[in-house]
């Protein structure tokens, strides 16, 4: 399922999700939008911090509850597992309160004991350490650079960077050294008279292969859009890190097995 905030983005996103989704052979169960502001009295616009009418109607429930229903502490319905929510960090945990205020189960807040945690999905505006909070705990969500990974080539990236300017890099900066690896990459191929023509510089570039990127982009394809291998990241109670794939993991366990027995 998605819910998305009502703006071009939020509905690009929810669109690209929903394509995906589709082309890997699942299902859209629910697609919902929320508005980011209100209008008070007085005309003023103000941003939103509660979305209990989004959430309740989100769980099919009805849009005005009496006090009686609401001593009755009605459970949503809904059939879907996950809930995808491409909006920034600080919005999505006021999203994700209203939920579980509804009764939605999420991160380490469950209104039944047989409840199961619904998984919540988002983009890398929500490497944050602001998202480490109790709704959001298992969360999942992507982004091209996390300083923290456990790679030799981020590592020195990383510590150079703080050197210069006393602050970890953030994506803009990564993003940046990577375009320039690629520029002294592609003029590095075609270091001949031929760099003066522009279909030359062209050729240089979709010819690069990167080796040390820091936003794990790879190549150029033949239509210029950039292959990249992005990280999935998971919201922990110790912070962010990376999320580790189950049956990777078991592979990794079973293979550790054998070796011992032989």
């Not at 602001?130 to 969500?141: H, L, P």
């Amino acid at each position: 399922a998605t819910l998305a905030p009502e703006t071009d983005y939020g509905k690009n996103m929810a669109k690209i999700f929903e394509d995906e989704v589709v082309k890997l052979g699942g299902e859209l169960l629910k697609s919902q939008f929320y508005a980011v502001e209100i209008v008070d009295d007085e005309g003023v616009v103000l941003p939103r911090n509660s979305f209990i009418t989004d959430a309740r109607v989100f769980g099919n429930k009805p849009e005005e509850i009496t006090p009686e229903e609401e001593e009755m502490e009605l459970l949503p319905e809904y059939e879907f597992e996950s809930l995808f929510i491409p909006d920034k960090y600080q919005r999505t945990y006021h999203v994700a309160s209203s939920l579980a205020y509804e009764g939605f189960p999420l991160g380490t807040f469950k209104p039944t004991r047989e409840s199961e945690p619904l998984l919540l999905l988002g983009l890398n505006s929500w490497n944050n350490p602001g998202i480490v909070k109790q709704y959001m705990m298992g969360a999942q969500f992507v982004d091209a650079f996390w300083a923290e990974e456990d790679s030799e080539n981020v590592s020195l990236f990383v510590e150079e960077f703080k050197a210069e300017y006393e602050r970890s890099p953030r994506i803009f900066e990564a993003l940046m050294y990577d375009t320039i690896q690629i520029s002294a990459q592609a003029l590095d191929l075609e270091a001949t008279e031929l760099i003066r023509k522009r279909e030359a510089v062209l050729d240089g570039v979709l010819a690069v292969e990167l080796t040390d990127s820091q936003t794990h982009s790879i190549r150029f394809d033949q239509n210029r859009r950039l292959e990249r291998e992005l990280l999935i990241l998971e919201v922990d109670s110790d912070g962010i890190k990376k999320w580790e794939n189950p049956e990777e993991e078991k592979k990794e366990e079973e293979e550790k097995k054998k070796e011992k027995s032989t």
